[in-house]
């Protein structure tokens, strides 16, 4: 079954959209190393489903080196929310500017804790009108 690329060649060179574009393609790079850090499969599958420029982008984003940092900052981001949410099980999580983001995580959140993704319609790949959904559960 041959599924058919979302077209994003639109996305303006440097813009917010294109910065979501950047990060998912980091976070899919990490994923193909031979040690991931996050091992976001799910990233990797985005970009090989999206029609854009992305040597254009491996050129810019100098993903040696980068792939580094996005990966890290995530780790760190699900350690501290799961932290969280382990001493706050009533706590509300929000998903705040996740755009392109594959919702891989590595935080868990106790099944008291509710939670919503709020996302720019622009550079969602759904172009969902929506700005928020309800978050998986941990």
């Known amino acids: 079954?041959?599924?058919?690329?979302v077209d994003f060649s639109s996305v303006g060179w440097r813009s917010v959209e294109w910065t979501n574009l950047v990060t998912l393609y980091l976070r899919a790079y990490e994923s193909r190393s031979p040690r991931p850090i996050l091992g976001d499969r799910a990233a990797a599958d985005a970009?090989?489903?999206?029609n854009?420029?992305?040597?254009?982008?491996?050129?810019a984003?100098?993903?040696?080196?980068?792939?580094?940092l996005v990966?890290?900052?995530?780790k760190k981001l699900d350690v501290w929310t799961t932290d969280f949410v382990?001493?706050?099980?009533?706590a509300v999580a929000l998903h705040?500017?996740?755009?392109l983001d594959?919702?891989?995580s590595g935080s868990t959140r106790p099944r008291r804790c509710s939670g919503s993704t709020s996302i720019n319609p622009a550079s969602s790949s759904s172009g969902a009108s929506s700005t928020t959904k309800p978050m998986h559960t941990g």
């Open 102 to 104: 594959t919702g891989r």
């Open 47 to 50: 970009v090989d489903r999206i």
């Open 96 to 99: 705040l500017g996740c755009g």
């Open 1 to 5: 079954m041959t599924t058919a690329k």
């Open 71 to 74: 990966a890290l900052r995530a």
């Open 86 to 90: 382990r001493r706050h099980p009533d």
């Open 61 to 68: 984003a100098q993903p040696w080196g980068n792939q580094f």
């Open 52 to 59: 854009y420029d992305f040597k254009r982008i491996h050129r």
